[in-house]
Antibody
Framework: QLQLQESGPGLVKPSETLSLTCTVS??????????WGWIRQPPGKGLEWIGS???????YYNPSLKSRVTISGDTSKNQLFLRLSSLTAADTALYYC?????????????WGQGTLVTVSS | QSVLTQPPSVSGAPGQRVTISCTGS?????????VQWYQQLPGAAPKLLIF???NRPSGVPDRFSGSKSGTSASLAITGLQAEDEAIYYC????????????FGGGTRLTVL
């Protein structure tokens, strides 16, 4: 059974860079035709896709975050990484590691439990 | 503001039927891309409820059903139960500039 586990700092200062790791078990991030990505949810608000990486290494980002986001993967460790720079309070959210398809609908079929990140001085 | 539009809330009594709408545009739902629905219970990660417009993953009761027409999709829940109280999100793919994976703003279902 596929499991995704996020890890990282729970508290980050404004203007700093957030680094999160997602450790995948029960499946390979180099699996053909699957994307691995990050989705976040501010407290009490909806879901926002941050970006994804394909098994080939190609990356896709939400245009609204593209200038601040880097997503990568380490196939040897079966881990996914998120880096988000120039943090503000608006980046406070629950960050989920996910697996999703491409077409015909980019179905998100696996979710981690999420890790809460608070941006505050 | 979400790319897909959902009503903020719906409610119904136990046993009743409720529907949740999801409206998009020609670059997503109207472009023929599949719609998915997720259920998020309090304190939990979203769970896939409907995929490919109308399909239920194994284990999802047949009280939940999906449909799509034009630029809109709907989730119907029949025989409403107390444990259905949750937030429901629609999701699709967008071929435009708004992103790869898009969501509706979520609809809170209250079971009266």
């Amino acid at each position: 059974q596929l499991q995704l586990q996020e890890s990282g700092p729970g508290l980050v200062k404004p203007s700093e860079t957030l680094s999160l790791t997602c450790t995948v078990s029960g499946g390979s991030i180099s699996h053909y035709s699957r994307f691995w990505g990050w989705i976040r949810q501010p407290p009490g608000k909806g879901l926002e896709w941050i970006g994804s990486v394909y098994y080939t290494g190609s990356t896709y980002y939400n245009p609204s975050l593209k200038s601040r986001v880097t997503i990568s993967g380490d196939t040897s460790k079966n881990q996914l990484f998120l880096r988000l720079s120039s943090l503000t309070a608006a980046d406070t959210a629950l960050y989920y590691c996910v697996r999703h398809e491409y077409l015909p609908g980019a179905t998100v079929d696996s979710w981690g439990q999420g890790t809460l990140v608070t941006v505050s001085s | 503001q979400s790319v897909l539009t959902q009503p903020p809330s719906v409610s119904g009594a136990p046993g009743q039927r409720v529907t949740i709408s999801c409206t998009g545009s020609s670059s997503n739902i109207g472009g023929g891309y599949d719609v998915q629905w997720y259920q998020q219970l309090p304190g939990a990660a979203p769970k896939l409820l409907i995929f490919g417009d109308v399909n239920r993953p194994s284990g999802v009761p047949d009280r939940f059903s999906g449909s799509k027409s034009g630029t809109s999709a709907s989730l119907a829940i029949t025989g409403l139960q107390a444990e259905d109280e949750a937030i429901y999100y629609c999701q699709s793919y967008d071929s435009g500039l708004t992103g790869f994976v898009i969501f509706g703003g979520g609809t809170r279902l209250t079971v009266l």
